[in-house]
């Protein structure tokens, strides 16, 4: 079997609208297409021996044990490394569930989908898949556990921590995005300008000056003792002199910790002697120069949450422990507790395997132990230093027993430090009784406090500490997103697109805009070339400074990774037509209309589709759609339209020379198309589609009808406002034309402009596509016949896997397949065709550029306009 690519979904896609993140391989069984599991012998018997969780799987049968009964009866290898990919993840943490394995027009050649959880962790799971269904074929012994291992390091290492998770999580709950701006903890969430950050606990909105006084424990100390709030009486030191004089004054047992540490790096507490206090100060300077030696209060050890400034759960920590048996020794115990199935990898589960490290060889040293010392029975042995639950510390949830007074000092403690999300370190016998009369003290404030503890504990109730972040970062009334109008389609996207950002911006808002030609914020261009995929469209979102945006959407970038965002509120189909077909998997016309519908079904519910009545398949959309729809047409006596708008539906339509919306059974007339630029005085037909598109879906956003009005009285296409959109150039003795047209669709529609020109005649200079079906090329030839009386063909500059001469044929044949006589002139590079074409024009002639890189072709134009006009020498 070989697998052919590997792609990673990361938004809505054509497999699923609403789960996100899938993994498509393409898999070619070769030789395998003709083996089903029912005829390689001992199958079954193997793969249940590997993976007997498999029994889990019920498939299409409904029950336990469904799967292997499908491999009993004879299923396809595609669908068996689905599912063993989906067990495998599952068994190294990563429960995902959703797959499917559909076959593509090449037969024995299979896209297998399955979800993920962490990407890298998706593709080494594909690639794994493969290899155990291989050696379950071949009957070869194969080592799962190496591939769980290698998947466990992998999500501990890409995945976000729990604390950030759980804030994520909270924030998906409430239908806000997410963006994961860095490969560690930095997350936006929101869009443009209603985001707000996170990075591991520390928000956004949190006070910088209120960190750095939280990472300086003596700052901290120094406002908490004036504030009469109890804590361990110490000194800042540097050397073991400084050391000596803090012991003579307050003596043992002390702690050491450096002064800018945190989850307790370098601290050495319990610190009953000399040696032991050289040991702690030379750990701590590890970390820092300056030293906080203070008094060791006895106790146990508290963390209490306090996020904008209330308290919101406290939890009971304890060093990761072992108690003896008399039996086994140390390491035994550690071996026996870490069997504990809540005990995992990281953070894969409630509690982390402890394992055996510097920390603990150097309490093992002081109490005279090693590893294979047998303990007493009933024997405690703090095997680490600090409670933290990352090295296999325990944590039970206290906070329904925590005090008023306490409750009250640690919101006051928030305060005086100015952090909105802190954790506050108290030893102390207990927090039923104050700690002003207990005896505890306040050992530390922690800015990026973890939530781990809180959100599952050992012992005790699980508190959603992440709920009051989101509280607080969105209160009631405000919102994280903003607008969104897409747009996909065959033909006419980028146009719609920019008119569509137009009107919003004479609206007054700060638009952020993608397109074929780049990415744009406020009408500044920030990235050039092709940026319709999800790349783009978070570009523009983490924008902020940008309230609404409109994103094109074009085939590529959906088949390839997905949507940039997972719910928009207007989505905008301009048509579907034969263009790409054949690339990544989309065989059939059908299927492309499923890609370019995929927008459609991301709209809120309250949100609108604007879909084309004149185009059956984008009309059929409306059908599957869970949002409101709206219909523009070219024909006012469309049925589609009419039925809609009998039931009280809205729609856009041309009608009598006018741009019209229907409102049920009114008609609000926007504006003549001879007043609209756009059209060419009603000459570009598909321009007046494309303005009923962009009319219709700013309307539906409670624009106003004069305001759309004067925006397309100003949208006047030029090489600056639309590149490379029917940019006319006037010499004195012709007229130059350059327009994006690449597939028969857009020549056709191209075509009828250039019909109603008056020239004596009309060149046309036209390249094939090569990633195009020889069947599209040749239509492409014949469309160009149509058009014009001479043609030049020229070549794109990536002939995408095509030769040079293979596409000039086919362009030729179509041509000749129209007019055997028509006028030919093969000139490869496009700026030599220009060039010619200019060189040997005829009065009153009209010349059609369709370009490929249209900013060379503009400035090559340009320079020929300029020369005319005495700019240039």
């Keep these: 079997m070989k697998i052919l690519d590997i792609k990673a979904m990361s938004g809505p896609n054509y497999w699923s609208v609403n789960r996100h993140k899938l993994i498509v391989m393409l898999l070619d069984l070769e030789d395998m297409e003709q083996k089903p599991t029912d005829k390689i012998p001992g199958f079954l018997e193997r793969i249940s021996a590997l993976m007997p969780s498999l029994y889990e799987h019920r498939c299409s049968e409904g029950v336990p044990g469904g799967f292997f009964q499908r491999i009993k009866e004879g299923t396809w290898m595609g669908h068996v490394i689905e599912h063993i990919a989906l067990e495998l993840q599952t068994l190294a943490g990563m429960d995902t569930g959703f797959g499917r394995t559909r076959e593509t027009k090449d037969p024995g050649v299979y896209h297998v989908v399955f979800s993920y959880q962490e990407a890298k962790a998706g593709f080494y799971t594909a690639k794994a898949a493969v290899k155990i269904a291989e050696a379950l074929i071949e009957g070869i012994p194969y080592d799962l556990e190496v591939d769980i291992q290698n998947l466990r390091e992998i999500r501990e290492h890409d995945r976000l921590g729990p604390s950030t998770g759980s804030i994520v999580d909270e924030a998906i709950k409430r239908k806000i995005p997410y963006i994961r701006l860095n490969k560690h903890s930095l997350v936006q969430l929101g869009y443009g300008v209603n985001q707000c950050r996170i990075q591991a606990t520390v928000a956004s909105t949190t006070s910088s000056i209120a960190v750095e006084i939280a990472c300086n424990k003596e700052e901290t100390k120094n406002l908490l003792e004036s504030a009469e709030i109890p804590v361990p009486s110490g000194k800042i030191i540097y050397d073991e002199e400084d050391l000596k004089a803090v ?9 050491t910790k450096p002064v800018n540490g945190n989850h307790g790096k370098g601290a050495t507490i319990n610190i009953r002697n000399w040696e032991d206090a050289v040991a702690g100060l030379t750990a701590a300077k590890l970390y820092g120069r300056a030293v906080i030696c203070e008094r060791y209060i006895t106790g146990r050890d508290f963390r209490v949450l306090v996020i904008n400034y209330k308290f919101v759960a406290a939890a009971l920590r304890t060093p990761a422990a072992v108690i003896g048996d008399g039996v086994h020794t140390i390491q035994e115990l550690i071996d026996i507790v870490n069997h504990d199935p809540r005990r995992g990898y990281g953070h894969e589960k409630v509690l982390t395997a402890i394992k055996v490290d510097g920390f603990t060889m150097d309490i093992l040293n002081k109490k005279d132990y090693t590893l294979d010392t047998i303990l007493k029975d009933k024997e405690e042995l703090w095997v680490k230093p600090t409670a933290n639950l990352s090295t296999g510390g ?8 925590v005090h008023p007074n306490n409750i009250f000092m640690c919101e006051r403690i928030a305060r005086i430090i100015g952090l909105n999300i802190c954790g506050i370190d108290i030893m102390a016998q207990n927090l039923t009784t104050p700690i002003t009369e207990n005896g505890g003290a306040v ?24 709920e009051p972040v989101i509280d607080m970062l969105y209160p009631p009334g405000s919102s994280a997103l903003i607008p969104i109008i897409a747009v996909s389609g065959t033909n006419g996207k980028t146009t719609t697109t920019r008119l569509i950002a137009h009107i919003v911006k004479q609206m007054g808002y700060k638009v952020g805009y993608t397109t074929t030609d780049g990415v744009y914020i406020q009408n500044q261009l920030m990235m050039k070339g092709d940026c319709t995929g999800p790349v783009s469209a978070e570009f523009v979102l983490r924008d902020p400074t940008v309230n609404y945006a409109v994103l094109e959407c074009a085939r590529g970038g959906i088949l390839r990774a997905g949507l940039g965002f997972h719910h928009c509120n207007v989505a905008v189909v301009t048509n579907v037509a034969e263009d790409h077909m054949g690339l990544g ?3 059939t016309i059908e299927k492309l209309a499923k890609v370019k519908g995929v927008a459609a079904h991301t709209v809120f519910p309250n949100g609108y589709a604007i879909l084309n009545a004149d185009d059956d398949l984008v009309y059929d959309m409306h059908k599957d759609l869970k949002c409101k729809v709206a219909f523009f047409s070219l024909h006012e006596d469309n049925k589609r339209i009419k039925a809609h708008c009998a039931t009280g539906g809205i729609a856009a339509i041309y009608e009598n020379g006018y741009v019209t919306i229907l409102k049920g059974t009114w008609k609000i007339r926007v504006e003549k198309v001879v007043n609209i630029p756009l059209t060419f005085s009603g000459m570009a037909e598909f321009n007046i589609a494309n303005t009923l598109a962009a009319v219709l879906a700013t309307y539906v956003q409670d624009f106003k009808t004069e305001d759309i009005r004067l925006a397309l009285q100003t949208f006047v296409p030029s090489p600056a406002l639309t590149p490379g959109r029917m940019n006319l150039f006037h010499f004195k003795n012709y007229s130059v034309m350059i327009d994006y047209a690449h597939n028969t669709h857009g020549f056709n529609a191209i075509g009828k402009f250039v019909k109603s020109v008056d020239a004596v005649v009309k060149v046309g200079i036209i390249a094939g596509v090569g990633d195009r079906r020889d069947e599209d090329i040749i239509s492409l030839g014949e469309a160009a016949a149509h058009i014009f009386d001479e043609i030049i063909i020229r070549q794109d500059k990536n002939l995408r896997g095509r030769t040079e001469e293979d596409i000039i044929a086919l362009m030729t044949k179509g041509i000749r397949n129209v007019d055997p006589l028509k006028k030919i002139v093969v000139i490869k590079k496009e700026n030599e065709a220009i060039d010619y074409a200019f060189e040997h024009a005829v009065k009153d002639s009209f010349i059609v550029i369709t370009s490929d890189v249209v900013p060379d072709a503009l400035e090559q134009v340009k320079q020929y306009k300029a020369k005319e006009d005495g700019l240039l020498v």
């Design 394 to 401: 325990t944590a039970t949830d206290v906070t329904d027993y």
């Design 443 to 466: 050992l530390e404030v922690n800015a990026a406090p973890g939530f781990r503890m809180h959100l599952d504990p050992t012992d005790g109730l699980p508190r959603n500490v992440a």
């Design 247 to 255: 012991i003579d004054k307050i003596g043992y047992p002390l702690v």
């Design 585 to 587: 998997g989309i065989d």
